[in-house]
């Protein structure tokens, strides 16, 4: 995403209304700046005591395409951002406040002006005032309250609502372009469970995340000084889901930077000592990283799931312990002949329709409560694989790996693993579009 720069006609003059606040960190831990209160994750529904005062040039401050942003969009919109986020505006932070507004305009007038592409696509009043009432709903209050908090905040009702058309107008037509393509394969979920598996017995961190990329707010430094502004505004009590939501670059920011479970290992190292140093409840300091800067919010942390889950099935020859080399052999033979032709959907039919088989569903267990001789097959096959023979002192056994997953309290299904890579690639696929649109535009800086 290109940098897009203020010219000082555009910068802003003074700051009218509004103190400083202190910046020094709290003592302690090099890596927490403090501890965040969980019941403060939500923004406050109160308007602020006063309403910021921007002096900011007249006019035009930038055109993307034929359509032009004023002084007083804005204003609007970051007067939307402080509301939004609760970060209290002050000399030092006012300049990335005001960066990431004109950012998020120009983001929107791409977004608006490729909409109208689409003679089908319009969004409704009444879809705003649905949008609005999940809005209040989020934040416990009538939607009238919420707007009435916006207002006295200085945001004016219409500036709100056609926001808020072109940000679901957007979302649909993201969805309805991009859906098929997000779609992920059984195959890939298959996978993304086995490696949950593989990580079960690894430290996990529940990670709340923002991510302030370097050439979106003017290079590394500003990066840094930015994110130091944000810490220290939610040190001081701005709700750190709202904070992520108007200001993280990552994918999580729709989600209020919620990151889920992180495994240890699976991220750059610099996240990961932070994630070690942490205590639940504590917010970093800025963690620099290649383009850009994390902050890291730790909410919780654990040891690992306790239990590996499997489900089998079965086909079996009943052979005692005292058979005879030849009759385990033929046993053998016949149920290596059988082998090829089952599958998870057909064992158990199979095996109940042949004289001298018995088939079973063994359910779902836990891999260590298994017999020795199953746990092999349970910890290694592939899933909807049949495995070889397998002896046990009852018989001959031919197990089929139906399932398998991660057991404990927070573990998610098939379907959860399956919606959250669909977001992944729907999330990445929205990127390159606005991406794509932004290398196409003609973006004027007054």
Request: aromatic share 4%; proline share 5%; net charge negative.
């Amino acid at each position: 995403m290109r940098l897009m720069r203020f010219t000082t006609g555009c910068a802003i003059a003074a700051l009218v209304a509004s103190s400083a606040i202190a910046q020094t960190a709290p003592a302690g831990s090099t890596t927490a700046a403090g501890q965040l209160d969980p019941a403060a994750e939500q923004a406050p529904t109160t308007a602020p005591a006063t309403q910021p005062e921007f002096r900011l040039a007249d006019g035009i401050v930038a055109t993307v395409n034929d359509q032009i942003i004023t002084g007083y969009d804005l204003r609007q919109r970051m007067l939307s951002v402080i509301a939004m986020s609760q970060v209290q505006p002050t000399e030092e932070n006012i300049p990335a406040i005001q960066q990431q507004a004109l950012q998020a305009l120009i983001e929107e007038r791409l977004q608006a002006q490729e909409i109208t592409n689409y003679e089908s696509l319009k969004i409704g009043d009444e879809e705003i005032d649905r949008e609005i009432a999940g809005m209040a709903q989020e934040a416990g209050v009538t939607p009238e309250a919420y707007m009435a908090y916006l207002q006295q905040g200085g945001i004016r009702p219409q500036a709100m609502r056609e926001q808020l058309r072109t940000e679901i107008g957007w979302r649909e037509l993201v969805g309805g372009r991009f859906n098929s393509r997000a779609r992920v394969s059984r195959s890939q979920v298959e996978q993304a469970m086995r490696q949950l598996t593989e990580a079960a017995s690894k430290p996990q961190y529940l990670v709340g995340e923002i991510y302030i990329e370097a050439n979106r707010v003017g290079g590394q430094q500003a990066a840094v000084n930015g994110a130091e502004q944000l810490v220290q505004q939610m040190v001081q009590g701005a709700p750190f889901q709202a904070v992520a939501r108007q200001f993280s670059a990552a994918p999580s920011a729709t989600r209020g930077g919620d990151a889920g479970w992180i495994v240890q290992g699976t991220v750059q190292p610099a996240l990961q000592s932070a994630m070690e140093a942490l205590e639940v409840g504590q917010l970093s300091r800025p963690i620099p990283v290649e383009g850009g800067v994390y902050i890291l919010y730790m909410r919780d942390k654990r040891a690992g799931a306790a239990t590996n889950l499997v489900s089998l099935k079965q086909a079996m020859i009943e052979l005692p312990e005292t058979a005879t080399e030849s009759e385990v052999a033929a046993a053998t033979r016949r149920l290596e002949a059988l082998r090829p032709s089952l599958t998870c959907d057909n064992i158990l039919q199979r095996s109940t329709s042949e004289a001298g088989l018995l088939g079973s569903d063994l359910g779902e267990a836990d891999v260590a409560n298994l017999a020795p001789q199953f746990q092999q097959v349970a910890r290694a096959a592939e899933v909807n694989t049949v495995s070889n023979p397998v002896r046990t002192p009852l018989g001959l056994h031919l197990l089929a790996v139906c399932g398998r997953r991660v057991g404990g309290a927070d573990v998610p299904t098939y379907r959860q693993v399956e919606g959250q890579l669909q977001n992944q690639n729907l999330a990445m696929l929205a990127r390159r579009y606005i991406r794509d649109l932004r290398a196409d535009a003609l973006i004027e800086l007054k």
